[in-house]
């Protein structure tokens, strides 16, 4: 039998998808600030690797990200309607059979429990895989299920990392524990599911996604959010967060090796309400890991060194991510990588 797995995300990759913010988002207020953001994701991805684009009006964004030094040569660009940008929730999560046969699959995307509209974001994947040809790969429906990339960290070893807190959410698949665990393993053909119950960020619209507070990485390694001021709000709970990672094992019966990020400075919006600012929201790449800075000199820099310890050989490239954090998301939430074999 040809087995399928769920590869990490340091699999070597065939693309990257951004979806582009436009005037039709949550983002029109702002819309130069964050399309500013954007341009500098495109330029660093397309330094390295190919870039898909997903928009509506799709026609200039070329020449914008051309004029801002991109290298379109790895540029391609795919029409289709959309509500938002958050790439990482609402594009395929892609799989790989033993013989490297891509499999896409689509799960249903619901606003983060019906929080914000999905209608076209729900209806990106078959857009790009049926009328755009823009992706190669064998279609998997599984839109009967509401999963977002977010939520979930896979090692491709047959280990998936999640949090009780998003995948047990009544508002999105009203599902015992079990019954979940028993969904991923059958669905991604895995070993064993390490859950989180401890663990949030202020101004988290996603019921507190994984890829916000500890991402799985090389070597048995886990990069994950450490709170060190007691006055902060989130001391208790990622304190709890450290301990569960502390307890974890590997299919080997090891610990992980933890490296704790720095948590970023509160950051506010014009409301006073705290933004989740998160160095856990990094994308790893084939020779690099782009990663979220705040304009604050000494976390970025901290956040940098542990990420290079937890990359060895990899570059790690720092992007304000400021103008995204104002509607509560960041760098890996805007972002989806899809292995080798799909472009």
Same mark, same amino acid.
């Given at each position: 039998?040809?087995?399928?797995?769920?590869?990490?995300?340091?699999?070597?990759?065939?693309?990257?998808?951004?979806?582009?913010?436009?005037?039709?988002?949550?983002?029109?207020?702002?819309?130069?600030?964050?399309?500013?953001?954007?341009?500098?994701?495109?330029?660093?991805?397309?330094?390295?690797?190919?870039?898909?684009?997903?928009?509506?009006?799709?026609?200039?964004?070329?020449?914008?990200?051309?004029?801002?030094?991109?290298?379109?040569?790895?540029?391609?660009?795919?029409?289709?309607?959309?509500?938002?940008?958050?790439?990482?929730?609402?594009?395929?999560?892609?799989?790989?059979?033993?013989?490297?046969?891509?499999?896409?699959?689509?799960?249903?995307?619901?606003?983060?429990?019906?929080?914000?509209?999905?209608n076209y974001d729900n209806q990106i994947n078959s857009t790009l895989y049926?009328?755009?040809?823009?992706? @190669?790969?064998?279609?998997?429906?599984?839109?009967?299920?509401?999963?977002?990339?977010?939520?979930?960290?896979?090692?491709?070893?047959?280990?998936?990392?999640? @949090?009780?807190?998003?995948?047990?959410?009544?508002?999105?698949?009203?599902?015992?524990?079990?019954?979940?665990?028993?969904?991923?393993?059958?669905?991604?053909?895995?070993?064993?599911?390490?859950?989180?119950?401890?663990?949030?960020?202020?101004?988290?619209?996603?019921?507190?996604?994984?890829?916000?507070?500890?991402?799985?990485?090389?070597?048995?390694?886990?990069?994950?959010?450490?709170? @060190?001021?007691?006055?902060?709000?989130?001391?208790?709970?990622?304190?709890?967060?450290?301990?569960?990672?502390?307890?974890?094992?590997?299919?080997?019966?090891?610990?992980?090796?933890?490296?704790?990020?720095?948590?970023?400075?509160?950051?506010?919006?014009?409301?006073?309400?705290?933004?989740?600012? @998160?160095?856990?929201?990094?994308? $790893?790449?084939?020779?690099?890991?782009?990663?979220?800075?705040?304009?604050?000199?000494?976390?970025?820099?901290?956040?940098?060194?542990?990420?290079?310890?937890?990359?060895?050989?990899?570059?790690?490239?720092?992007?304000?991510?400021?103008?995204? $954090?104002?509607?509560?998301?960041?760098?890996?939430?805007?972002?989806?990588?899809?292995?080798?074999?799909?472009?």
């Open positions: 039998m040809n087995m399928s797995y769920l590869p990490a995300e340091w699999h070597k990759q065939s693309l990257i998808q951004l979806t582009w913010p436009h005037k039709g988002t949550d983002w029109a207020y702002m819309l130069d600030e964050v399309e500013t953001c954007f341009l500098n994701i495109a330029y660093e991805i397309l330094k390295r690797q190919n870039l898909m684009v997903v928009a509506p009006e799709p026609f200039s964004i070329g020449d914008r990200i051309e004029a801002h030094g991109g290298n379109v040569k790895n540029l391609t660009v795919s029409t289709a309607k959309t509500n938002d940008t958050w790439a990482r929730d609402h594009a395929f999560i892609t799989m790989l059979k033993e013989d490297g046969t891509p499999l896409l699959l689509d799960f249903c995307f619901n606003g983060w429990g019906m929080k914000f509209a999905a049926y009328k755009c040809k823009a992706l @190669t790969g064998e279609y998997v429906f599984h839109r009967d299920f509401v999963l977002e990339g977010g939520s979930i960290e896979s090692d491709g070893k047959g280990t998936l990392l999640t @949090t009780e807190e998003c995948l047990l959410a009544k508002n999105r698949n009203e599902k015992s524990k079990e019954e979940i665990e028993n969904y991923l393993k059958e669905t991604f053909h895995l070993q064993q599911v390490l859950w989180l119950k401890h663990g949030y960020l202020a101004g988290d619209d996603t019921d507190s996604h994984v890829d916000t507070l500890a991402r799985l990485c090389p070597d048995d390694t886990i990069a994950y959010v450490q709170c @060190t001021d007691a006055t902060d709000e989130h001391y208790a709970e990622l304190a709890a967060m450290e301990e569960e990672l502390k307890a974890f094992r590997t299919l080997e019966g090891k610990p992980y090796r933890l490296l704790a990020l720095p948590m970023a400075d509160a950051v506010y919006d014009e409301d006073g309400e705290r933004l989740p600012a @998160t160095y856990a929201n990094f994308l $790893i790449m084939n020779e690099a890991v782009l990663y979220p800075t705040y304009r604050q000199p000494e976390n970025d820099a901290r956040a940098k060194e542990v990420l290079a310890e937890a990359f060895p050989g990899r570059e790690i490239v720092g992007i304000d991510c400021t103008a995204l $954090i104002k509607q509560h998301g960041s760098l890996h939430c805007v972002t989806m990588q899809y292995p080798e074999g799909v472009y």
